[in-house]
């Protein structure tokens, strides 16, 4: 890879981790640019999860030292994130889909919509989930696992989603916790892709260094705002990398 095109991909990893802390969505831009500099897709995959790992930690310390995550409430969620991103990762080296981005955008808009309707999600505080609720939150939390060790992108986006409109999470609280459950998402599917030998440590390095510091700068941003301007900043750019996306695969 050239100076200039790594270059290109530090830049655009930096302000990918820092806006996409809020929005998530990042490997949904990051790994096809990474396929246009003439990465194998499968390095380009593992590669940038390797990268999220340490976003994913970058991103989490300001929202612990906020105190805004509930560990008692989340834990559930990282065991059940673990397996299925555990399976998600070994399925790599089969599976070859091109629909999933359109599944992806799809998602995202369905949830997006649900958010819209339901004018007080993300904002006002939920203090008891129903039992279809909280199973609905469970078996999500399991399923898009698995998406987010197999590739990612729009993974955290659509668990954002999911726990504001099933979880009774605030966006804050949602946003947070993701980046939680993220750093475990990626870390087992990050170790899976080195036992396969897939990771680019020399590229890696950089981007987690970069991406660890652009996720730390925008979540301590995040943390100076009020969940109605979290919830407005989501969905606008989520709807903009849905149709993005969708547009993509036309």
Do not use: C
Request: no cysteine.
């Amino acid at each position: 890879m050239t100076t200039s095109s790594l270059v290109i991909l530090i830049v655009l990893f930096f302000v990918t981790s820092a806006v996409g802390v809020v929005t998530g969505s990042n490997s949904l831009i990051t790994v096809p640019v990474m396929f246009q500099f003439g990465i194998e897709p499968r390095v380009a995959i593992a590669t940038n999860m390797f990268g999220l790992t340490f976003m994913s930690i970058g991103a989490t310390i300001p929202f612990l030292r906020q105190g805004s995550i509930d560990k008692k409430k989340v834990s559930p969620l990282i065991v059940l994130t673990l397996i299925g991103s555990a399976i998600g990762a070994v399925l790599v080296s089969f599976i070859s889909d091109k629909t999933i981005p359109i599944i992806v955008s799809v998602s995202m808009i369905i949830v997006t919509i649900f958010t819209l309707i339901k004018r007080d999600a993300g904002v006002s505080v939920v203090e008891t989930v129903s039992r279809n609720r909280l199973i609905i939150t469970y078996a999500l939390t399991f399923f898009l696992g698995i998406y987010g060790g197999l590739y990612s992108g729009g993974y955290v986006t659509i668990l954002t989603a999911t726990f504001v409109a099933f979880f009774g999470m605030t966006f804050t609280e949602s946003v947070a916790s993701t980046k939680l459950i993220n750093v475990f998402s990626s870390l087992i599917a990050t170790l899976i892709f080195m036992w396969q030998g897939l990771v680019d440590y020399k590229i890696g390095a950089i981007l987690a260094v970069v991406m660890f510091a652009g996720a730390y700068i925008g979540a301590y941003t995040v943390t100076k705002l009020n969940d109605l301007w979290l919830k407005r900043i989501f969905i606008g750019t989520v709807l903009i990398l849905a149709v993005k996306t969708i547009f993509d695969f036309i």
